[in-house]
Nanobody, 125 residues
Framework: QLQLVESGGGSVQPGGSLRLSCVASGDSLDVYRIGWFRQAPGKEREGLSCISSSDGSTIYADSVKGRFTISRDNAKNTMYLQMSSLKPEDTAIYYC??????????????????WGQGTQVTVSS
């Protein structure tokens, strides 16, 4: 059973940066397609970015393209979300996700089997 634990959330001013980390245990992440979602109060869960389990290709939502970067470190069994040029509308709870699907593209819909507990990101002056 895969377990995911996020860290790195917090409060930051507009224009600032944060790096979220998600450490996996119980299995090796390199056979999973992985990603990041967020949910703001009163809004639906939004897929931000993901990495396929086939060729490591990535997808970004238009709302974060050019500002956020997803990555993985298989040696550390960890995924990251580097966030820069943060805006107040980025305020949300951020979740890392994973699904054990070999050689598969990733998607930005919430159909992943494993979710972290979430970490709060607040962007405010």
């Amino acid at each position: 059973q895969l377990q995911l634990v996020e860290s790195g959330g917090g409060s930051v001013q507009p224009g600032g940066s944060l790096r979220l980390s998600c450490v996996a245990s119980g299995d090796s992440l390199d056979v999973y397609r992985i990603g990041w979602f967020r949910q703001a109060p009163g809004k639906e869960r939004e897929g931000l970015s993901c990495i396929s389990s086939s060729d490591g290709s990535t997808i970004y939502a238009d709302s974060v393209k050019g500002r956020f970067t997803i990555s993985r470190d298989n040696a550390k069994n960890t995924m990251y979300l580097q966030m820069s040029s943060l805006k107040p509308e980025d305020t949300a709870i951020y979740y890392c996700v994973a699904e054990r699907v070999l050689s598969s593209e990733c998607v930005l819909v919430p159909e992943y089997d494993y979710w972290g507990q979430g970490t709060q990101v607040t962007v405010s002056s």
